[in-house]
RNA sequence: GUGGUUGUAGCUCAGUUGGUUAGAGCGUCGGUCUGUGGAUCCGAAGGUCGCCGGUUCGAGACCGGUCAGCCACCCCA
């Protein structure tokens, strides 16, 4: 026997009832998303690859081993998005919209890494986002995190934690770099494999190594607020004032460094314990310098991305799997002759209603009718049968209060009617 | 990419030191109940034991490989 055909590695296939959880959660979304004036993109998902790796940093892990690369029939270098921001500011550029002042965009899709599949991570995940471009001073920082702590609020998730920092700019940054190398190189040999590794391509890095050979070196090591410009620190300053003024609680944490080459300034995390190992479920900051860098004028721009799957396993583990209220109509016919009459109605219940109407087209006893109307989760039953169709009547069940009444079959407005007199 | 761990029915899992014909619960379907549901009881369907190879008279059990799940590292949402 050929093998099965299985769903790829780190991807999965999603199911009623947990796609309703998606789908809630995604209309949440473009609500609190158009609440804060922000517009949606969709952009391809996949782009020229040079474009990741001059938007993302041609050293950070995601263009190193994470990609999903191809050559497409053109022998073009092809890639499927690993992340957002790049793919959003390439089309903000050519479409000219930084010519038109500031841009507030937002996303909801998938993206791609080539990655060992673990608790949170998976080779296909989902993220939102959004994007604030045009505004240098803190004020645009701080809507891009209201409106994600405002998700998380609104959800009412009690252990999430908003970290923040701030990582410098051209001038500050490659300052606390030498002093980062100044403190750690001394003792290069006594650091762990990984960090040894660090020290040369991304000291920052080095801030949020988990190994224990690194835990003394790494608290005593300088903090970058000793070393920042007096913009940025002016910068940071009024972001937290802000923070403070809409009741949004924030920790510093000087280890939050972010992987991706194109941050500055403002750097943040929402992190919490239900996720296991991978605790982001929301990262972002500013990155000035990325539109520049990708051939575009010197425009500022701060957002984030927020993992879908994450935020849906957060939700599950505040409020656990919700029972699905009863809702909707099963409509049973038994018989061929009562089908034949009801299935019409049954569409014109559809036109009618604000609720699923079920029906099941077997001949089958009224009893596993009903059993599967209990499945459905249906609050009402229509039942049609060889007695009802000569008395010119339907009987309406409320499966909730076990309550029959006739109805009129003439017309399916009658039929509606009652069961909104019923609800 | 590295490490640990697990693959037996749709789901959760038993299966003795290797031994004839593969087990349970839940779920599904039918009956119990010629037309009134979530329960009870009875019955049925459903498996080349992840895949390939090896050891053996004999493998679901042992060995190797491979694929996949889970968890962690690296890193990230």
Known sequence: MPSK??????TQDIFPPVTRAWLALETVIHDLARRFGYGEIRTPMFEATELFVRGVGETTDIVEKEMYTFLDKGERSMTLRPEWTAPVMRAALEHNLFSHGPQRLYYV?????YER????????SHQFGVECTGFAGPEADLEVIALAWELVRAHGITDAELNINSIGDDVCRPKYRDALLEHFRPHVHELSADSQRRLDRNPLRLLDSKDERDRPFIETAPSFE??????C?????ALKAYLGECNIPFVVNPQIVRGLDYYTRTVFEITSSALGAQSTVCGGGRYDGLVKSLGGPDVPAVGFALGIERFLMMIEAVHGERALPRSGVQAIALGSQARAALVPVAVELR???????????EDRKLLAHLKIADRNHARFALVLGSDELAGGHIVVRDLETREDRRVPLGRAADVAAALGEAR
Do not use: N, W
């Open 5 to 10: 055909i299985t769903a790829p590695r780190g």
């Open 109 to 113: 899709g998938p993206i791609f890494r």
């Open 351 to 361: 036109r009618l209603l604000d609720a699923p109407v079920f029906m099941d087209y």
């Open 117 to 124: 599949p673990q608790k949170g991570r998976y080779r296909q």
């Open 233 to 237: 620190r002016e910068h940071f300053d």
């Open 226 to 231: 000793s070393v920042l410009c007096d913009a």
